[in-house]
C-alpha cells in the first residue's frame, strides 16, 4: 500500500511533481511494483489527480473514504476488508524503492513463528552532520537487537561525547505491518510524543508495540522538500 496525499505542508503537490518525465508518486508505485515481492500494490489516496494519475497509467489506485491524520490510518482503512497477512507501507515520496531492502523487511516476519513482531521498517546510517540535524530526517535508536526505542528529528542520541563511537540512523519510510497490529493502531488515541514530534510510529512504542528494525545501505531519496526534488533528479541520471 502507497498512501498518497495531494497536500503536504513542507512541499505541496510534491507527488505529483515531473521526475524524469513522471510524476513522483508514479515512480514510486512502478518501483513497488517492479520489485515483484507483492501480490497486490495499490495508491491509496484522498487526491482526485492522484487517483487520476495511477489509474491512467494502468495502474491500480483506492480513493479513501474518511479524513485520515496518518498514513497508517489510511492504509487501515484500504485493507480492512482484504484477505492478507502482512501489509508493507511505502511512502509516496519514495521513487527509489527497491526490492533488496523490501526483502529484508518481509524476511522478519517470516522468521518470528510466535508472532512477536508487530512491525518491522528500515533504517540507513547517516554520517553527514547536516542531515543528522535536519528535522525532515527522521532518527532511530535501536537497543542491541535492533528493536526501536525512540524515533526524533532531533539528533538521537545527543552527542555530548563525540568520542564514544555513536552511529547515527536515519528512518526510512517503508513500514511492514502484521495485518491485525495496523488495525489495532486506528483505535489508539494519540499521546503527545507522537504529536510534538509528528512522527506516526511513536505511538505502536507508547502502546508496547515492538517495531524491528532492519538496516540497509541503500540511501536512495526521500523527497520532503524542492531541493530533495532536485537531488533526486541528478540521482535518477
Given amino acids: ?13 510534491k ?3 515531473n521526475l524524469a518525465g513522471k510524476s513522483v508518486i508514479l515512480r ?13 500494490v ?3 489516496t484522498d487526491s482526485e489527480i492522484i487517483f487520476n494519475e495511477i489509474v491512467n497509467h494502468g495502474g491500480k ?12 490510518d489510511r492504509i487501515a482503512e484500504a485493507v480492512a476488508n482484504i ?21 529484508r523487511v518481509l524476511e522478519v516476519f517470516r522468521g518470528d513463528e510466535k508472532k512477536e513482531i508487530d512491525l518491522a521498517s528500515l533504517m540507513v546510517e547517516i554520517k553527514d552532520w547536516d542531515e543528522i540535524k535536519n528535522p525532515n530526517s527522521v532518527k532511530v535508536i ?10 526524533s528529528r532531533s539528533p538521537i542520541p545527543y552527542p555530548r561525547d563525540k568520542d564514544v563511537g555513536a552511529r547515527y540512523f536515519k528512518h526510512k519510510g517503508v513500514y511492514a505491518f502484521r495485518k491485525q497490529a495496523l488495525l489495532d493502531f486506528t483505535v489508539l488515541p494519540m499521546q503527545f510524543l507522537e504529536a510534538s514530534e509528528k512522527i506516526e510510529c511513536i505511538r505502536y512504542l507508547e502502546y508496547g508495540k ?17 531541493e530533495d526534488l532536485e537531488k533526486a533528479k541528478r540521482l535518477w541520471k
Fill in 83 to 103: 484477505d492478507c497477512d502482512i501489509v508493507v507501507n511505502v511512502q509516496g515520496d519514495e521513487p527509489f524503492t527497491e526490492a533488496k531492502s523490501l526483502e
Fill in 42 to 44: 495499490y495508491v491509496v
Fill in 15 to 17: 507527488l505529483m511533481q
Fill in 61 to 72: 489506485a483506492l480513493m479513501s473514504q474518511n479524513e485520515h491524520e496518518s498514513g497508517s
Fill in 142 to 151: 535501536v537497543d542491541q537487537d535492533n528493536f526501536a526505542l525512540y524515533f
Fill in 210 to 226: 515492538r517495531i524491528k528494525m532492519v538496516e540497509t545501505e541503500i540511501q536512495g531519496v526521500e523527497i520532503d522538500t524542492p
Fill in 28 to 40: 514510486t508505485y512502478e518501483a513497488t511494483v517492479a520489485t515483484n515481492l507483492f501480490s497486490e
Fill in 1 to 13: 500500500m502507497i498512501p498518497a496525499r495531494y497536500s503536504a505542508s513542507r512541499f505541496p503537490g
